[in-house]
């Protein structure tokens, strides 16, 4: 196992600086003056003094490799630049957006965790019952169903009608910002703060709980007609302790692998759900600093989803071969 | 009361272990009723090794399923009779079939594979079958699964306990299989096709195995196969089944050597001769077993049974068709089967 991580962790480290290097380039390097970019953006004339501290700043005039050189000195110290739009160092606009973020998706990957799977399972469990028939129907709408069309559609039905039929204070949330926004032990709302979690939240759960639930239906299915299943009924197993013991294991799998390869799409959709909610948090930045086209913003906002990106795909890894030592052993042999 | 299948011809001594009449065993499918076992009637004795062979879908491992209630829930059982050692499994309780399973009849599946858990590791796997069915610690089931593996000859057991199914070749993963089946000391061992997936000379070991541990344990062996050759050298009696129906029954030398059925006859003519150099050392069985959904009328063998007669397709016979003072068989002329086929392979003498 820890030949495996160590192994993974080398493999994560190349990945992360060929991902930040194209990324640079994608930036720097494609037509377009960057410095013109960066001093005001584009379509506007900017201050040519401004032009040329940036050009100082970013080493522009410098060839290219001894820019990619600075732009990862810089970013090793932490030093990611000022937003053009508020002129903040955006490594503290970072510090600020990124809990919030990180808040949002803790709750959206509990739903679809819990939701989801156990959707899935159920349906998988009693196949063909009622039970089953709507959770592919909800699961089979949910995952077609745009993340913006489904915010607009929740905030309708849970803050819009509630506050138009004068509805009783409970069944009221909030669509827009994140209220006292106070928290105990970083995650846990408090205050009004759980009006304003809970749309934000499920939208961005709701893709992917569909998809969790759909996969975990189809591997239980499997699962429950695999011969090892067999083979535990013929010891003398409960049925339960069948599906509990030699099931569910076996059936998360694939769950897993979904969850880790399905962080890239929630990406996407963490950049919709929080414009729609204005939820403040790493996605509302990279959407605002697009429109505003603020790209020191864009650049370290970027930078930074996508050093989590290859850190989370890593940690699913490990979890992956936690689960399944097919994978551990043929990693710990293969060397 | 006529029911060859179940009461003769008496081959050991020893106690009726299982006693089964007229077991009918359907599938419930979109197509219609698939049914996949037809009237079957068989008993086991402690001591004696009950081959039953047949072609791909003739029933054979939904007979023995059926008996554990190991099927899909889609399958409907149903006999006149199931006994096992006197009591009823046909009324007996969820709770008492869950002991049964495993402690009394345990089994045997074909790729050892897929039949083990592939996240768990062996010596687990064999633990947790003494972990269910006896009081003990589970230091102690650990330590019973290595002393398992030890007996059915994996070298270094204490190590291999530790190791995945995956980690193990075929040959092992099978020993390992029977370790797990034997573990508990069952009455009855049912082995479904326990070779097939394995290299010639890995098969014959295993067979080896399986006798050897059934005479240690004193108890029973129900070896289900396709490979008549197996059959030969270590089964007392055999059960021939085509299209989830008995056609013959008897001891071996008396299903090898006065065949009675066709169908056997057929069966025995595809095996390679030992006495043959070569020479159309093969010969397949002409056509296919039937859909069961659609099954022939009279005898389900007709459409491909070299003695057919007119008779053949309007008449259903059953095992007591072919005449009193010989062993079943169920055709209508069952005197006109040669039994040309003694040269076939060397039985046991
Ligand atoms: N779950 C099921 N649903 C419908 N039909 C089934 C099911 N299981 C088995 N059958 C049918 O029952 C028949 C007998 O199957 P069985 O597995 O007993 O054959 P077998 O003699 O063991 O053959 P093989 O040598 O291939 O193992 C087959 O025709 C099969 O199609
Ligand atoms: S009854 Fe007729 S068709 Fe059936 S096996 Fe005998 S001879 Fe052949
Ligand atoms: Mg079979």
């Known amino acids: ?109 509990m739903i ?32 077609a169903v745009p993340v913006f069309v489904l915010a607009f559609v929740l ?22 910002g994140r209220g006292d926004d106070t928290w105990l032990l970083f995650f846990i709302p408090t205050g009004n703060t759980w009006r304003y979690l809970v749309l934000p939240a499920v939208t961005l759960a709701s893709v992917s709980a569909a998809l969790a639930a759909r996969t975990a239906r189809g591997s239980m299915l499997e699962v429950l007609g695999a011969d090892f299943m067999r083979t535990a009924k013929a010891k003398g197993l409960r049925d339960r302790e069948v599906l509990a013991k030699h099931g569910l294991r076996n059936a998360m799998l694939p769950v897993v692998a979904l969850i880790g390869l399905d962080f890239g799409t929630s990406i996407g959709a963490a950049v919709l759900t929080e414009t729609a909610f204005s939820w403040g948090g790493l996605g509302f930045y990279i959407a605002e600093s697009v429109r505003r086209r603020d790209l020191p913003v864009l650049l370290g906002f970027t930078t930074v989803v996508v050093l989590a990106y290859c850190l989370i795909n890593l940690l699913v890894d490990i979890c992956y071969a936690w689960f399944d030592p097919r994978v551990r052993l043929r990693a710990g042999t293969a060397k | 009361m006529s029911d060859p299948g179940l009461e003769s011809p008496p081959y050991t001594e020893g106690e009726v272990l299982l006693s089964v009449r007229n077991l009918r065993t359907r599938f419930v499918t979109e197509g219609g009723d698939v049914p996949a076992v037809n009237g079957v009637s068989f008993a086991v004795r402690r001591g004696e090794v009950l081959s039953v062979v047949g072609e791909s879908g003739s029933g054979k491992s939904v007979t023995a399923m059926s008996i554990l209630g190991l099927l899909p829930p889609t399958a409907r059982i149903e006999a ?12 007996a309780g969820e709770a008492r079939i869950r002991q049964v399973r495993g402690a009394e009849i345990a089994m045997i599946f074909q790729d050892p594979l897929s039949a083990l858990n592939p996240m768990h590791k062996v010596g687990r796997q064999i633990a947790e079958m003494i972990l269910i069915h006896e009081p003990v610690s589970k230091k102690e089931a650990a330590s019973r699964a290595v002393e398992m593996l030890n007996l059915v000859g994996i070298p270094q057991p204490a190590k291999r306990a530790g190791m995945y199914p995956h980690e193990f070749s075929g040959g092992m993963r099978q020993r390992a299989m029977i370790a797990m089946a034997i573990a508990c000391s069952p009455d009855l061992l049912i082995a479904d096709e326990p070779t097939t997936a394995l290299d010639v000379t890995v098969q014959a070991q295993v067979l080896e195995m399986l006798l050897r541990l059934k005479d240690e344990l004193n108890s029973a062996l129900m070896l289900i196969t396709h490979d008549l050759g197996v059959v030969a050298g270590i089964s007392d009696r055999v059960m021939v089944m085509y299209a989830g129906r008995q056609v ?51 005898c389900s063998f007709h459409p491909r049974c070299p003695l057919v007669k007119e008779r053949c397709s309007k008449d259903v016979p059953d095992l007591n068709s072919g005449g009193l003072g010989h062993h079943p068989a169920a055709c209508f002329y069952a005197d006109e089967v040669s039994g040309d086929t003694a040269s076939v392979v060397g039985g046991r003498s």
């Open chain 1, 112 to 143: 679809e965790v819990v939701v989801g799977i156990s959707v899935g399972l159920i349906s998988a469990v009693r196949r063909s019952s009622l039970i089953d028939r709507l959770s592919t129907a909800v699961t089979a709408m949910a995952s």
């Open chain 1, 1 to 109: 196992m820890t030949a495996y991580i160590v192994r993974r962790l080398v493999q994560v480290v190349v990945t992360i600086f060929f991902a930040l290097t194209f990324l640079f380039l994608l930036y720097f390097a494609l037509p377009g003056d960057a410095a013109t970019l960066l001093a005001g953006g584009d379509g506007r004339v900017p201050d040519p003094v401004t032009v040329r501290q940036v050009q100082d700043r970013y080493g522009l005039d410098d060839p290219l490799p001894t820019q990619l050189a600075s732009y990862w000195q810089r970013l090793v110290q932490g030093d990611l630049g000022q937003s053009y739009q508020s002129g903040r160092d955006v490594t503290s606009l970072l510090l600020e957006a990124a809990p919030r973020s990180i808040r949002l998706s803790i709750w959206a990957i």
């Open chain 2, 80 to 91: 006149d009779q199931m006994l096992w050692r006197g009591e009823s499994l046909l009324d």
């Open chain 2, 248 to 298: 013959e029954v008897g001891t071996t030398d008396q299903v090898f050597y006065r065949t009675r059925h066709p169908y056997t006859r057929s069966l025995l003519r595809s095996l390679p001769r030992l006495d043959d150099r070569g020479t159309d050392a093969l010969t397949p069985i002409t056509g296919a077993p039937p859909s069961l959904l659609r099954l022939p009328s009279g």
């Open chain 1, 155 to 176: 905030q309708y039905l849970f803050a819009v009608i509630p506050e138009d039929q004068g509805w009783a204070d409970f069944f009221r949330f909030e669509t827009s």
